[in-house]
Antibody, heavy 120, light 107 residues
Framework: EVHLVESGGGLVQPGGSLRLSCAVS????????MHWVRHAPGKRLEWVSR????????AYADSVKGRFTISRDNANNTLYLHMDSLRADDTAVYYC?????????????WGQGTLVTVSS | EIVLTQSPATLSLSPGERATLSCRAS??????VAWYQQKPGRGPRLLIY???NRATGIPARFSGSGSGTDFTLTISSLEPEDFALYYC?????????FGGGTKVEIK
């Protein structure tokens, strides 16, 4: 059974940093593109970032480009999101998700999410 | 970026009834629309991709249709576990974007 479990969320001050992790199981991690998506209170789901199978290709939403870095450890079946220069509007539940093998940007499995709160 | 508008915001129905959810795009997205279901405390679950294809393990009571700017998710006969939030998403134009959601609640 496919499982994705996010961790690393919490309360951080504006300007601070945080690293989120997503531990996966139940599928061959190194054959799937992976994504981060977030959901801020009262706002729409927002796609954040994407990484290909070996980490050589990444993409970011304009709202996080230059501040967030996606990475992966295929040996340990883990996806990461390193977040720097955090702002209040980064407050959200962050989900990791697996890209479906049959279509780009369709996300067929998601984790339960981890809450990031940026506040002083 | 492409804006997806979902309607209605809330749909109040009884088990066994038919649910029809709408998603309208601000410009054509061909058939590159997916639908997701979300329940409290959980991540979304892919139901439909490319407008009309059911994802793996999704019951046949869920169906999708549409192309261009207008899309529909239909649940033919609501089961108790279908009362949840539903989102549409487009992947035709970068960045991928999501609709604001429709809540299907028990009447």
């Amino acid at each position: 059974e496919v499982h994705l479990v996010e961790s690393g969320g919490g309360l951080v001050q504006p300007g601070g940093s945080l690293r989120l992790s997503c531990a996966v199981s139940g599928f061959t991690f190194n054959t799937y593109w992976m994504h981060w998506v977030r959901h801020a209170p009262g706002k729409r789901l927002e796609w954040v970032s994407r990484m290909n199978v070996d980490g050589s290709n990444t993409a970011y939403a304009d709202s996080v480009k230059g501040r967030f870095t996606i990475s992966r450890d295929n040996a340990n079946n883990t996806l990461y999101l390193h977040m720097d220069s955090l702002r209040a509007d980064d407050t959200a539940v962050y989900y990791c998700a697996r890209e479906a093998s049959y279509s780009y940007y369709d996300l067929d499995y998601w984790g339960q999410g981890t809450l990031v709160t940026v506040s002083s | 970026e492409i804006v997806l508008t979902q309607s209605p915001a809330t749909l109040s129905l009884s088990p066994g009834e038919r649910a029809t959810l709408s998603c309208r795009a601000s410009q054509s997205v061909s058939t590159y629309v997916a639908w997701y279901q979300q329940k409290p405390g959980r991540g979304p679950r892919l139901l439909i991709y490319d407008a009309s294809n059911r994802a793996t393990g999704i019951p046949a009571r869920f169906s999708g249709s549409g192309s261009g700017t207008d899309f529909t998710l239909t649940i033919s006969s609501l089961e108790p576990e279908d009362f949840a939030l539903y989102y549409c998403q487009q992947r035709n134009t970068w960045p991928p974007t999501f609709g604001g959601g429709t809540k299907v609640e028990i009447k």
